[in-house]
């Protein structure tokens, strides 16, 4: 009977700090992820007039520009860094993703990473499959626009608004169906400087 209630105390202190790190991940992060005064610059320094958002056409306009301007290629920084991303004109999804969230975020547009990942050895993909090193992963986020959230893609222009599920169904990243967690924006296993704080936003 003892070490049956050490053991659910144990539990209970292990949840417990679960949970203050993962409110403490969020917190950081939220702070993370606001547009910093240099940011602000060089993002109206490469988006020019598209970094004002007046209506849901405009941020399509901003995603199209987006992936015509920022080369799908690493670009050297292994922590996330717009300035860098747009000085150089290269990134992967996840450096196109955050420049994108910057931008909706720095018009007051509510946004919130998702992360994508698919088992490709298997005929579905599992969630244990996020814990694996075998998954092929690709970071998007969604927008809310009117009270409703919309899926960003991050490597592919877009030609309208799509809910996730949309996104999910029309999507050829993945030949098997991706599995996604919402509010976690994880870059092939890292996250945001410093990299052991999940980025939870």
């Known amino acids: 009977m003892g070490v049956y209630k050490n053991f659910i105390k144990a539990s209970l202190v292990l949840s417990f700090l679960l949970f203050v790190n993962l409110v403490f991940s969020f917190l950081y992060n939220k702070y993370q992820v606001k547009p910093t005064e240099k940011e602000i610059v060089e993002l109206k320094k490469f988006y020019k007039s598209l970094i004002h958002i007046n209506n849901q056409k405009d941020i399509l306009v901003l995603q199209n520009y987006t992936i015509n301007n920022i080369i799908h290629e690493p670009n050297g920084i292994n922590e996330i860094n717009i300035i860098n991303t747009l000085q150089s004109k290269k990134g992967l999804c996840f450096n196109r993703s955050m420049v994108m969230q910057k931008v909706l975020i720095y018009n007051d547009i509510g946004v919130r990473p998702v992360f994508l990942f698919s088992n490709p050895f298997n005929t579905s993909t599992d969630i244990l499959d996020f814990f694996s090193s075998n998954i092929y992963t690709h970071n998007i986020f969604e927008y809310c ?57």
């Open 145 to 201: 626009w009117n009270g409703k959230w919309y899926a960003m893609e991050t490597n592919v222009k877009m030609l309208k608004p799509l809910s996730l599920n949309q996104f999910l169904t029309k999507q050829k990243i993945f030949k098997i169906q991706p599995r996604y967690i919402r509010h976690l924006n994880n870059r092939n296993g890292r996250f945001i400087y410093p990299s052991w704080i999940p980025d939870i936003y």
